[in-house]
């Protein structure tokens, strides 16, 4: 596929004209209507599955598989205006693209697709906001029936970042903050894009010259147009009433209210598509990389760190390596010291949060399961370079827990315990069921999927639950969110004591040295906490969401991320900021609060959620399941053992194996 085309624009604004129009040039392939499904059919890509947010997504949601899954799925629906299917491998097919969503995707897209072209089309905002009031009435255009914590009509069109701070009766104000939110968030994206691969149309022009605008747009795409237009244009598939110039006086009223919100916005958009009419240079071509025609191509990722000349040092000093997740980039990160630099290795997991490390076990919780590792030192001896390795982790189990949102996990006496958040529950494992609780909240009434209070940070005292922290006392759905900024709690499992309230965000709880430590996330905060008397008093202020935290002797290893402006994160102190925040792993002394050293990532990583050390492990590897190590490796036990050869045992072959090698067996 060669530069693809994607319109962008607000809801209702013509965009269904414009792209049925378009689709009768013969070079162009498209899918027939909008894609709604072939995005949110993908798991990752779902809204619910990322905290029903918005329709927002950026390059840090895409993976290889979701880049490939996402052309595959464009590519097998595409059809000519004649409605005959794409050839997979025929060269250079040019697809045209249209849903009022990728307003919000315009990241993701380019990700995708580098080479893709955009087509930017304005709407004035007192005519296209009075129609997306008009489509909300009509019942037509509903696109999330049972929005979580939504009351109002049924949520219709695209759900922008910040729904949540909207009024559920003033329909006005919502369809005014879903134009401005699109054109904002076109323009902002559209500025970090080439520009010589962009181009704007208004509406208004659109439609009173149609043929000049289309060969124009058709021009700048270098396709062909062998078709006429008539003078009377035909009415799109989503139209609702035809075009009136006075359609705008039903809502006269309302537009008065809404317009001054939107007024910066619009002259921004303005200036762009008067700037925009044609490219602003000549095109460059993108240079893609080689594969079949039809192969999705992942895109290179940018996974960019720097770190402080203390870390790798403190790392050796100590005999420790570090295991970090990002649910956001979907990794595990390994970081280790080689010589005087930190090396940074990354394992590809799907949604990783929750972690559990010993140098002997690992438990890692992901979008639908929780994968069990464990450390085969013997197989680190194979792994190239040689005796570089001193661990190596090897998938043992999975279990299927379904989509609970897994927060913090800990090995205990009992094996592994984890926080069900989706479930507001404290939880292990059994072979039978996907999870068994054993403990919520006492203000929790019911056990139901609804992530009424958030519940997030574990802590074990003596191989048993102890601690955990919850971001709202809160027993109804999404509850935590109305009190975000200050309502986090820290409570006791044992006695179901509320031993503090009032925090931002709080997560991460920890003993260490005799004392409780908690991260208050939401200022970038590493607090101890007074058992007895709830005091929680702030050690360090570090420039970041704190969560994920480990410690070792007088250190701490802190988590930090970025946090996007969205929904989740808006209204806490940190956002407030304007200060940097950064992504990485902080170290701070915890008798002083001095920063001694960082791990910052400055690529396509931008939240991190787990921190693991692994003492007395200096350079372990994970392997990913496809390694042909994984075929010829097993673990058996003891008395198992003893009737293997010592040869195998050990992991050593004769030069006479080694022409026909066997598979060996490991304690």
Request: charged share 25%; aromatic share 8%; with cysteine.
């Amino acid at each position: 596929m060669k530069d693809p085309i994607f319109i962008l624009a607000a809801p209702r604004s013509g965009s269904s004209f414009l792209f049925e129009t378009l689709a009768r040039s013969p070079d162009l392939f498209t899918v027939g209507g909008e894609s709604h499904q072939i995005f949110e059919t993908i798991e990752a890509l779902r809204p619910e599955n990322n905290e029903w947010d918005s329709n927002r997504l950026t390059e840090h949601q895409t993976t290889p598989e979701i880049i490939r899954e996402v052309r595959g799925r464009f590519l097998a629906k595409l059809r000519d205006r004649n409605g005959s299917p794409a050839r997979p491998t025929a060269r250079n097919i040019r697809m045209l693209e249209k849903t009022p969503k990728n307003a919000l995707r315009i990241p993701f897209i380019r990700k995708v697709y580098p080479d893709a072209l955009f087509i930017y089309l304005y709407r004035e905002p007192r005519d296209n906001i009075s129609s997306i009031i008009d489509a909300w009435r009509s019942g037509r255009f509903v696109m999330y029936p049972d929005l979580p914590g939504w009351q109002g009509l049924p949520w219709s069109l695209l759900l922008i970042p910040g729904w949540r701070d909207l009024p559920h009766e003033d329909l006005a104000r919502i369809a005014a903050a879903q134009w401005e939110s699109a054109h904002r968030i076109i323009l902002d994206d559209l500025a970090q894009a080439p520009q010589d691969r962009i181009c704007s149309v208004r509406y208004d022009e659109l439609t009173g010259d149609p043929l000049a605008q289309v060969k124009r747009l058709c021009e700048f795409a270098q396709v062909k147009w062998d078709d006429e237009l008539n003078e009377q244009l035909p009415l799109s598939r989503h139209t609702l009433t035809p075009p009136d110039p006075d359609k705008w006086k039903n809502n006269e009223a309302d537009l008065e209210r809404v317009l001054p919100q939107v007024s910066e916005t619009a002259q921004r958009a303005e200036a762009f598509v008067s700037e925009r009419k044609q490219p602003l240079l000549p095109r460059q071509p993108v240079v893609l990389p080689k594969g079949g025609q039809g192969q999705a191509q992942p895109a290179a990722e940018d996974l960019r760190s720097v770190h402080t000349k203390s870390m790798p040092a403190i790392c050796n000093q100590l005999g420790v390596s570090l295991l970090v997740t990002t649910y956001q980039a979907g990794k595990l990160i390994i970081a280790r010291a080689d010589g005087q630099v930190l090396n940074t290795h990354f394992r590809l997991f799907q949604k990783p949060m929750g972690m559990a490390a010993t140098p002997s076990h690992l438990a890692i919780g992901t979008q639908n399961e929780i994968q069990i590792l464990r450390n085969m030192p013997d197989v680190a001896c194979k792994l190239e370079p040689k005796n570089k390795h001193d661990a190596c982790y090897l998938f043992r189990n999975v279990h299927i827990t379904g989509d609970i949102d897994i927060h913090e996990m800990s090995w205990g006496e009992e094996g592994l315990w984890f926080i069900n958040t989706r479930f507001s529950c404290l939880c292990t494992l059994d072979l039978e069921h996907s999870f068994v609780p054993r403990w919520r909240p006492p203000f929790i009434s019911a056990l139901s999927p609804e992530d009424r209070c958030h519940l997030n940070g574990l802590c074990l005292e003596n191989g048993k639950p102890k601690y955990v922290t919850a971001l709202g006392q809160s027993d109804k759905p999404q509850g935590w969110r109305e009190h975000k900024k200050d309502g986090g709690i820290l409570m006791e499992v044992t006695t179901n004591r509320l031993i503090c309230s009032g925090l931002s965000m709080p997560h991460s709880p920890r003993l260490h040295q005799g004392q409780l430590w908690v991260l208050e996330s939401g200022k970038g905060g590493l607090c101890t906490v007074d058992i007895h008397t709830g005091q929680v008093t702030t050690i360090a202020t570090l420039p970041g969401f704190t969560r994920g935290l480990s410690f070792a002797g007088d250190l701490a290893f802190i988590g930090l991320s970025q946090v996007r402006e969205t929904a989740v994160f808006s209204g806490i102190p940190i956002t407030q900021q304007k200060d940097e925040r950064n992504c990485g792993v902080w170290v701070v002394n915890i008798h002083n609060g001095q920063i001694v050293g960082f791990l910052k990532f400055e690529g396509s990583v931008q939240e991190i959620f787990a921190v693991e050390l692994l003492p007395g492990i200096r350079f372990p590897e994970v392997l990913e399941p496809g390694n042909k190590l994984l075929a010829t490796s097993y673990m058996l036990p003891d008395e198992a053992l003893r009737d293997v050869p010592l040869n195998l045992r050990s992991g050593e072959q004769s030069p006479a194996d080694a022409a026909n090698p066997q598979p060996n067996a490991y304690a």
